[in-house]
């Protein structure tokens, strides 16, 4: 029983390098989105998708690029790493929309130099 | 500014005390849920309510939507040691989305 399976759980990168966050979910789940968690600030939406082939801006989504081209997987992929990226990412889907109690993987803790 | 403010952010307290964690804004919400977060896992839903009004309990946890359903509350009687963690509200707002609150850091302290 997976649930939402994120990878990898760390990772450490240098600045203007490239990477990507992999998630995948065995629910079924049409809506899937990632959050990023920062202290103080809880948890800040990046990109959210609402079934295969539709993907849409949250709240934070400069400097990250997600694609949905199957119900199971959803990676989010930052271009060229920043510092201000340092943060710990969370997938998380729901079986309905987003306003819809959210299952959480257990998060990428990413730290950019 | 953050549309959901947590307060207050840290509290630490003795066993057997209680508390109430609030969550506020000047925004409506269909629903507004609950999550308790464990160190080095993600969220876990505790429960959603819908209603203005409305309340539930789970255990010795009470949650409360405002009548408005602009603000909640969760109560906690009698806290344990197995209560600590990081609990955060979000509010459902229009279109595919959650709101989430900075969370609440309780330490139960045996």
């Known amino acids: 029983n997976a649930g939402v399976t994120q990878t990898p759980k760390f990772q450490v990168l240098k600045t203007g390098q490239s990477m990507t966050l992999q998630c995948a979910q065995d629910m079924n789940h049409e809506y899937m989105s990632w959050y990023r968690q920062d202290p103080g600030m809880g948890l800040r939406l990046i990109h959210y998708?609402?079934?295969?082939?539709?993907?849409d801006q949250g709240e934070v989504p400069n400097g990250y690029n997600v694609s949905r081209s199957t119900t199971e997987d959803f990676p989010l992929r930052l271009l060229s790493a920043a510092p201000s990226q340092t943060s710990v990412y969370f997938c998380a889907s729901s079986p309905g929309d987003g306003n819809q109690p959210q299952h959480f993987g257990d998060g990428t803790r990413l730290s950019i130099l | 500014t953050q549309l959901l403010e947590q307060s207050p952010q840290f509290l630490s307290i003795q066993e057997g005390e209680n508390l109430t964690v609030y969550c506020n804004s000047s925004?409506?919400?269909?629903?507004l849920q609950w999550y308790r977060q464990e160190p080095g896992e993600g969220p876990v839903l505790l429960v959603t309510v819908v209603t203005g009004g409305e309340v539930k309990k789970l255990k010795r946890l009470t949650f409360q939507f405002g009548d408005a359903r602009k603000d909640s509350s969760l109560h906690i009687t009698a806290a344990q040691p197995g209560d600590t963690g990081l609990y955060l509200c979000?509010?459902?707002?229009?279109?595919?989305?959650?709101?989430f609150g900075q969370g609440t850091r309780l330490t139960i302290n045996p």
């Open positions: 998708s609402v079934g295969a082939g539709i993907t």
């Open positions: 925004s409506v919400f269909s629903s």
């Open positions: 979000a509010g459902a707002q229009g279109a595919q989305k959650l709101v």
